[in-house]
């Protein structure tokens, strides 16, 4: 797919998101201020294409941590509405607006975190030949209840097959999803457990 027609995707599905939002995003602001307190959006440091650092923007769904009060892990620092706001994934609204800007497409893989880049493989460094996106391949086939290594697989093939058909897919099966609210986490982890490095050969 040329970078335009991928372009034009982008605006057409995340412009209109993003507008027709922005009620919800006023509410779930809201309800983040008063239940958990500022700052109400959850800020990082991202990978995009080529590996090219940029700040993602999501809602904040976990307290800040504080050892004192046993708040450590993911796992204790999530709270019921943020439960909630991931379940439903109104917490990636926000990001729509890193769609926008350009850092993001609506479909490719994840970004994930900067530390990790130094931990890819060769071939599993592969996922940021293209833009990262707010849906993709992995993510309609098991989002976190599957491997790093089945993750990165699909990530992979996603740069070797993209095109505007297979885009269309993956954002339909995405909305499916939503709904079903499936693969939110891996067990026992409020995500993903972090990634340390593959120990499986490149393919």
């Not at 922005?22 to 008063?34: D, K, M």
């Not at 019921?80 to 994934?89: E, I, K, M």
């Not at 940021?128 to 089945?150: D, K």
């Amino acid at each position: 797919m040329s970078y335009r027609g991928k372009r034009a995707l982008d605006l057409l599905v995340a412009g209109p998101a993003l507008v027709l939002s922005l009620p919800v995003q006023a509410i779930t602001a809201i309800a983040i201020r008063i239940k958990l307190g500022r700052p109400v959006l959850f800020r990082q440091a991202r990978p995009g294409l080529n590996g090219e650092v940029f700040e993602m923007l999501k809602f904040r769904t976990m307290l800040l941590p504080d050892p004192e009060r046993g708040l450590v892990t993911d796992a204790d620092r999530m709270t019921r509405l943020g439960a909630f706001l991931r379940s439903t994934s109104i917490d990636e609204l926000p990001t729509l607006w890193n769609i926008v800007r350009g850092d993001l497409s609506v479909v490719g893989p994840r970004p994930l975190l900067v530390q990790y880049l130094e931990r890819y493989s060769p071939h599993q460094a592969r996922r940021h030949e293209v833009r990262p996106g707010l849906t993709g391949l992995a993510q309609v086939n098991g989002r976190n209840a599957i491997s790093w290594n089945e993750k990165f697989a699909y990530d992979v093939e996603y740069v070797d097959k993209h095109d505007l058909a297979l885009d269309v897919r993956i954002i339909l099966r995405t909305a499916l999803q939503v709904l079903r609210r499936d693969g939110i986490s891996a067990g026992g982890e409020a995500t993903m457990p972090e990634f340390m490095g593959s120990t499986v050969p490149d393919a």
